[in-house]
């Protein structure tokens, strides 16, 4: 067991030794169009374009880490990978534990998704079966707000829920509205948003230990430079053509 | 805060989904236990069908992981939501994981305690049975007096061991199938007391001291059910139950 | 890969199998069939490990210093009242802690750790950074601490259904402790351990489809990505939920492996008992 702890110890060391050059990006990959994996096995999508945008203007070596959306936070501070770019928005609840860049995508509000000519009194919503991502601010909020009277199932991957609510074992799914829009687009109208929107969360940021005040220097840097020359509009509207710019242009 | 105060705390906290546990396991075993003797009586039959039936539904279940049979079954149910459940009107039933969870281990443990029985009866001496049949027994009486007591009594020890898998199994369920409100088992629990501090060592030990203290009273309880089947049997000198997983 | 498929063949096919075969050959799957290795890895790996750990067991469930034996009887008997599943997401956390733990005793200086109040690692210099290798690494110690303990009662029970005769024999002809250990009771133990072995490395694989709760993008996590409704074309075929399909998939992999597993071990235990009296052995 002793020599076994200090061959692991020799290989922490070496790791740590490597990680010096590279930084390493966690995120999702099952977050279409934020993050997932394209037809050729590799992640891509907005927050990967950002993620390499940003380490390219900042001169950084980046790697992409894929993990599990319920442990992305816990995995950040266990030091697995150096920042988070998954669609996350950037709540007060998370700044607690972790620390955000500037946001690379503006405040989005949570719109509430059925399958198209369902009907749900949203004035009294009650006995409503609300699907949420578990760890995400709508389930925070679902959570707060709506567990009285209702149902709320809690999926580990968003895709998850879609599949539920295309099956009908879920009456609505409570989501970021960029992400709900592109579905109802390209469901051929099998779905629709219905009912108000609910306003939760910021912008979407990279999250950061809080100890790496150099690292978010970067990537701030890098962040206001991309935002000013319209880097990042064009990005957001490359994979969010519903969305209506323009957003950090003036 | 000092370590027992947290050990007291994380006890309290896990009391409830340790219920959800034993839940899951004691729905499953009634029925699994009456469709394995099915199994075990159809692997065991002249009837080719039946016969082949049973022997690949028993080896496709016990030659998968458990992991794999929640995932697929779960996602197939779903897609029969629409064409079947909803007109029935059963869809609240069917896609409920306190419904699903159990359904799913009782196709499962069907299978492993089928195996059991099977490997019972056929040490069944086949004098008894014609023994019975010498006496104008009819099958069903057969069955009844001479086949079931003794491949229930070869069989037990094996059981025992497997009901005991059957839920350690259960700590699965609950990484597959969609969580309602706040009904947490003992591993969702862990995980997410894990998440908040880091504690592994705290929250882990307590979730597998539930499972280890619920392991043993199921021992204990299936013990004295089992003296109980010799109790008319010559004293033998060791009639422990000895522990073996998952196999004959 | 459609256009590696010769012309002929690509002709013959027709449009409908040709859009087929593109799709279960584009990256995401070919991924996924590549993702079989860390699977086959963790089961040979945590299978060499588990007879390690077994024949370690074994040894100190006989041996004759008391607490080497306690020891051992509570490490074979730890499989009793705790799920695999749980070992296996305890081991590598808290094997990396330990890790990070000594790295701090060396590294951190008292600055660091004031500087971090309450935080792990103690300081960031200490920090383990674990990959899907790593990751695999460690799963594959836990699956062999945890089917150690079986394998340990398996050859526990095999080294003594080794005939007493031939040890008696072995002692007479001046053969030391050791000897008779080594050279009669584990030489011969094979052939009754065999039936119980491939009973372990049956459980083993089949433990395997846990990797992807350690962050290894494995055959089930890809599965599950594969098969999940999609209705955003720039992140491929749009569908709806496919994921049973995909499971189904993974369920005969699994079946098959079984199957193969199954075989292999009948092939070894013929050439384990050629020359052996041993027929009840095998029942």
Known sequence: MKTLLLSGLALAMLTVGASAQTVRLGTEGAYEPWNFMDANGQVAGLDIDVGNELCQRAGLTCEWVINDWDTIIPNLLAGNYDAILAGMSITEERQQSIDFTADYSPPDVSRYMVLTGTTIDFDSLQNVRIGVQSNTIQAGYAGDNLAQGNTIVSFEQAPQALADLSAGSIDVILADESYVTEIVANSSGGFELVGPEVEVGGGVGAGLRKSDTELKAKLDEALAAAKADGTIDSLIAKWFPQREGPFYLN | MNLLDAIFADIALMARPALFNIYFAFAAIPLGFLFAVLLALGKASHNRLTSAFSRGYIYAFRGSPFFIQLFMIYSLVLSLNIPLWRPWGISWLMLSPLFLGPAILMLNTAAYTAEILYGALRTIPKGEVEAGRAFGMSRLQQFRFVTWPHMIRIAWPAYTNEVVFLFHATALVYFTLPVIDNQQDLMNKARELFERDYNVFLHFSVAAGYFLAISLVIFFIFRRIYRRLMAHLPAEPDRRIRYAPRWL | MVDLLPAWLADGLGDEALFWFGYLTDGRHLAWYSSVQFTLIAALLGGLCALGFGLLGAGMVGSRALPVRLFGKAYVNMVRGVPDVLFFLFFPLAFEQGVEWMASSVICSPEDIAANPGRWPPCPAANWILGTWEYLLLASVSLGIVYGAFTANVIHGALNAVPRGQIEAARAYGFSASQVFWRIRVRQMWIYALPGLSNVWLLLIKATALLSLLQIVDI???????????????????????????????????????????????????????????????A
């Not at chain 3, 599965?223 to 049973?244: E, I, M």
């Not at chain 3, 993974?250 to 071990?265: D, M, N």
């Open chain 3, 220 to 282: 089930v996590s890809w599965a599950g990505r594969l098969g999940a409704p999609n209705f955003t074309p720039s992140a491929g075929l749009v569908h709806p939920d496919w994921r049973w399909y995909y499971y189904l998939v993974l369920l005969l992999f699994y079946v098959l492996l079984t199957f193969l597993s199954e075989k292999g071990f009948a092939a070894l235990t013929r050439w384990a008992g050629r020359g052996m009296a041993v027929a009840e052995a095998r």
